[in-house]
Nanobody, 115 residues
């Protein structure tokens, strides 16, 4: 089992930055892929970014060049650095991973970007 705890959300003005953290309850060294998703009100949950154990990354087109995902295996933590935030980035952001065929989600952290 893996527990994921997100932090770092908040209210920020457009153009500002936030860094989200996702702390896992066990070592992430053996976890192949971890990801950040987001869900805005009335919309489906969407993939924002993912990172493999080899640090290969993938980004949604809407955040490419503005967001950076990274992982610190020593701290069992994955980060999402969000720069040049836009009002349309407003959503609940969720950490996600798979282990032994089971999918795990964090509780989410709210990000609100004001115009």
């Amino acid at each position: 089992q893996v527990q994921l705890l997100e932090s770092g959300g908040g209210l920020v003005q457009a153009g500002g930055s936030l860094r989200l953290s996702c702390a896992a309850s066990r070592s992430i060294v053996s976890i192949n892929s971890m990801a950040w998703y987001r869900q805005a009100p009335g919309k489906q949950r969407e993939l924002v970014a993912s990172i493999t154990s080899g640090s290969s990354t993938n980004y949604a087109g809407s955040v490419k060049g503005r967001f950076t995902i990274s992982r610190d295996s020593a701290k069992n933590t994955v980060y999402l650095q969000m720069n040049s935030l836009k009002p349309e980035d407003t959503a609940v952001y969720y950490c996600n991973t798979w282990r032994l065929g089971v999918q795990y989600w964090g509780q989410g952290t709210q990000v609100t970007v004001s115009s």
